[in-house]
């Protein structure tokens, strides 16, 4: 299986500051003959199911706000809240899709 | 809008068969956009993928559950359902549906949307 490690576990970020998530797969997700990352980024608000931000590793979901954005290649990957809102409270995941079974980061929680 | 719900007991013995079921709405199960997926969420576990069907009934299971789950789909209701044997306290977790999201590619990616999850406790 391929392992999912995010990092931290959890972070406290100001209103309006850039939080920063990192997610580290054991091997690569990265399909060099598409030049595509394998990757997905979901939000978990309390009490709400997963909703997906990003996949591809960088490609925002339709309606997510475009302070999200997601980055990097081949094993690490980083979610990106350029300016933290109030309603981005939540604990967000890493999922790869390059191979079964599909798999899910541990979760970083988010807090003002 | 692709919506999902969830339904089933939320109290099952231990041995006993887990089943639940996800009703779509909003749109077609025959769509080749979609598999169809469970996934459960437990403190000791995280987020875990059990398994996902297509409209034709074509499945992908987690091997580490493999032996206990059958996922079967009913288009014609616009349903599909988990069944998941022999269950113990380490099934205990929220279960969801989602629709599991098929481009570019043959196999299918991400989850979305998702149900709201209904919460299985196995205990006597």
């Not at chain 2, 041995?15 to 459960?40: A, D, F, K, P, Q």
């Not at chain 2, 599909?80 to 113990?88: D, E, G, K």
Request: include cysteine; hydrophobic fraction near 30%.
């Amino acid at each position: 299986d391929i392992v999912m490690t995010q990092s931290p576990d959890s972070l406290a970020v100001s209103l309006g500051e850039r939080a920063t998530i990192n997610c580290k797969s054991s091997q690569s997700v990265l399909n060099s003959s598409k030049n595509k990352n394998y990757l997905a980024w979901y939000q978990q608000r309390a009490g709400q199911a997963p909703k997906v931000l990003i996949y591809w590793a960088s490609t925002r979901e339709s309606g997510v706000p475009d302070r999200f954005s997601g980055s990097g290649s081949g094993t690490d990957f980083t979610l990106t809240i350029s300016s933290l809102q109030a309603e981005d409270v939540a604990v967000y995941y890493c999922q790869q899709y390059f191979r079964t079974p599909w798999t899910f980061g541990q979760g970083t929680k988010v807090e003002i | 809008q692709l919506q999902l719900q969830e339904s089933g007991p939320g109290l099952v013995k231990p041995s006993e068969t887990l089943s639940l079921t996800c009703t779509v709405s909003g749109g077609s199960m025959s769509t080749t956009n979609y598999y169809w997926g469970w996934i459960r969420q437990s403190p000791g576990k995280g987020l875990e993928w059990i398994g996902s069907i297509y409209y034709s009934g074509s499945t992908y299971y987690n091997p580490s559950l493999e032996s206990r789950v059958t996922i079967s789909v009913d288009t014609s209701k616009s349903q599909f359902s988990l069944r998941l044997t022999s269950v113990t306290a380490a099934d205990t977790g929220v279960y969801r549906c989602a629709g599991h999201a098929r481009e570019q590619t043959v196999v299918p990616g991400w989850f979305a949307p998702w149900g709201q999850g209904t919460l299985v406790i196995v205990s006597s």
